[in-house]
């Protein structure tokens, strides 16, 4: 979580922009896993149990940048 969220403040945040904040959604509620995935996490994470479904909803993979986008944009930085 910390890599993602470290990549989106580096590679799409903007200064103006509110802290990241991380979302982990788990399958199954399973507390000691959760506590000891995010113990020494400084930046704010959110755990949340979650039900799967098959296709990403229109609205927000629009929203989402895809694959290539990331790359392109990690290799500007380079």
Known sequence: MNFYLS???D???SPDDNPSVGLI???DENRTI??????DMSKPVGVREYHLCTDLPLDLKSAL???EEIRS???MKK
Do not use: G, H, S, T
């Open 7 to 9: 990549a989106l403040d």
């Open 11 to 13: 590679l799409v945040k």
């Open 25 to 27: 959604l788990c399958r």
């Open 65 to 67: 940048p895809d694959p």
């Open 34 to 39: 959760a506590e000891y995935a995010l113990r």
């Open 73 to 75: 944009r990690i290799d």
